[in-house]
């Protein structure tokens, strides 16, 4: 009797599991993912303002990071190759890299990004924060300063007209932060300009565009002239 019954059970379990993958096929599609995405090489430039190939160089150059690092964002040493401590992960790494660098280029809200992704909003933070902090560790030391023949090659000819010797153009940048708890740095971080806690720094842009200096973050409360 129970021998007759095995195949049945094992038609349902197949037809079960058929159901499933069905369903989570049709979930993917309704979220954001690199996988779906990939196909439509518009759509990975309009959210990320990369290029499929120059998203696929960026992924490769942080993926042996991106593996092992951690969610926490109180272990820089994370990004050193330990096994990956903390929660599991929810998404893949490529997914997560999208993610991030929507982020950056749209600034869509945490909240959006967690509909958009399928995951909890604490999960959109913790990868953001991990993401750029691997970015950080891992393009650190390469040199965005440009040579003059470059300078002179891609300079367009409004500059070459009437500023040929431009090698960069300078400006300070401020922007909010939330409020810090320790005293001492509110009022490191304080501008009166702004009337909130804020971080400055000096961005140098080259002439055809090209951001090719950025200097440390200062409190709001320093002068721009210092």
């Not at 960026?58 to 330990?82: C, H, N, R, W």
């Not at 903390?86 to 893949?92: E, H, K, N, Y």
């Not at 950080?136 to 390469?142: G, V």
Request: aromatic share 10%; net charge positive; with cysteine.
């Amino acid at each position: 009797m129970s021998s007759c019954l095995l195949p049945r059970t094992s038609k349902r379990l197949d037809q079960a599991l058929e159901e499933l993958q069905l369903t989570k096929d049709a979930l993917d599609r309704c979220r954001l993912n690199y996988k779906l995405m990939k196909i439509d090489e518009g759509k990975i430039l309009f959210y990320t303002g990369l290029s499929a190939s120059a998203f696929s160089q960026l992924l490769e150059m942080i993926k042996p990071a991106a593996k092992f690092m951690s969610y926490a964002t109180d272990v820089p040493e994370d990004f050193a190759g330990q096994d990956p401590r903390g929660r599991p992960r929810v998404l893949c790494v490529e997914d997560e890299l999208l993610m991030t660098l929507i982020k950056l280029r749209h600034d869509f809200p945490e909240s959006d990004l967690a509909v958009r992704f399928g995951v909890g909003q604490s999960t959109v933070s913790r990868i953001f924060s991990a993401y750029v902090r691997c970015m950080y560790f891992t393009f650190k030391d390469i040199n965005i300063w440009p040579s003059r023949n470059m300078i002179d090659r891609f300079m367009p000819d409004a500059f070459k007209d009437k500023y040929p010797s431009t090698r960069v153009v300078i400006d300070a940048t401020e922007f909010p932060i939330e409020k810090p708890a320790n005293p001492d740095v509110q009022a490191a971080t304080w501008s009166n300009y702004k009337g909130r806690n804020t971080f400055k720094l000096l961005v140098g842009v080259s002439p055809n565009g090209a951001v090719t200096f950025i200097s440390p973050l200062y409190g709001g409360r320093i002068l721009d002239k210092d």
